[in-house]
């Protein structure tokens, strides 16, 4: 068998037009390089070049140095495309993330990661919480940043950040004009709108307001527009409040305690792509930078 390192001296001597040069440029000593040669010669049983000065190539040699110089150009080509893919800086990545994460902490973030990996593929899908869990679950998505959940089965959970909630209501209304924050006492008296979000409330005081609903809508584009409407008042984190149409405002609570932690997700028991876990660490430590910017409290250890 003829090893392509062999290959790699034969093109070199045959484009040197001598064993000297060829040396040189490989870093070998000519005894090496014309040891390979006679290897190569004696695999084959027949000589590659017309003499021993290796100035012209034989038939046979004209030929293997046309198969050797296509083969050699994609051998090195695999291998960049290896080490390119192991060092996380191509490949394709799939990511499911909650709309406000989305919309304000990753498109910054992702136009520096791609600019130093412009081969990489990135889909992004943002959905609810719910959705973002079964998609890494089912193998649909490589990555999720979703809501934390009592109970993450078959998912690998990394707290990243929390944001406080807040109360999203008509800004002409009685509770987006009244002073200061909110009490839980304040929504006794309007309808309340449940969303993907508030299932990880835990405050028994709005789990007695919950159990009063009737109403619960997944989509935050739908359930602003059902606020607005006047149907009802919702709770949404902060970081999914900024930006609020002109006829809403969100209006901070007084309990404190009630925060949404959001994780980074992926499938338990899978390797990480060295793609997606340059991603995770790219993101983790953005972070920290935008939480002055969006009241966020990073909250992840390493």
């Known amino acids: 068998m003829i090893r392509t390192e062999a290959l790699r001296v ?16 490989l870093f070998r000593t000519q005894s090496a390089i014309s040891m390979t040669l006679k290897q190569v010669e004696d695999h084959l049983a027949a000589p590659l070049f017309e003499s021993d000065r290796k100035h012209s190539l034989t038939e046979l040699g004209s030929f293997v140095l046309g198969v050797a110089k296509v083969l050699l150009r994609d051998h090195d080509t695999a291998i960049d495309l290896i080490e390119e893919y192991a060092s996380g800086a191509s490949g394709r990545l799939r990511i499911a993330s909650v709309p406000s994460v989305a919309a304000l902490l990753i498109p910054e973030m992702l136009a520096k990661f791609l600019a130093d990996r412009p081969t990489a593929e990135i889909d992004l899908v943002d959905t609810d919480s719910a959705d973002v869990r079964r998609l890494v679950a089912t193998g649909q998505a490589d990555l999720g940043i979703a809501s934390a959940a009592p109970a993450e089965g078959g998912l690998v959970s990394v707290p990243i950040f929390e944001d406080n909630m807040q109360v999203v209501c008509p800004a002409n209304s009685k509770l987006g004009q009244q002073a200061g924050p909110l009490n839980w006492s304040d929504l006794e008296t309007v309808a309340l709108i449940l969303n993907e979000t508030t299932r990880a409330i835990q405050a028994a005081e709005f789990q007695a307001l919950a159990s009063r609903t009737k109403l619960r809508v997944r989509n935050v584009t739908s359930l602003l527009a059902m606020v607005r ?24 609570l007084s309990d404190q305690s009630c925060r949404r932690q959001v994780c980074l997700l992926r499938r338990e028991g899978r390797v990480q792509s060295p793609l997606a876990a340059a991603f995770a660490r790219d993101f983790i430590a953005a972070i ?13 250890k390493a």
Request: hydrophobic share 55%; aromatic share 6%; proline share 9%.
């Open 10 to 25: 034969f093109v070199t001597v045959a484009e040197c037009g001598n064993i000297r040069d060829a040396a040189d440029r």
């Open 288 to 300: 920290a930078a935008a939480t002055p910017q969006f009241g966020i409290v990073s909250i992840f």
């Open 229 to 252: 409407a006047g149907v009802g008042v919702t709770l949404l984190p902060g970081l999914a409040t900024v930006g609020l149409p002109p006829a809403l405002v969100a209006r901070p």
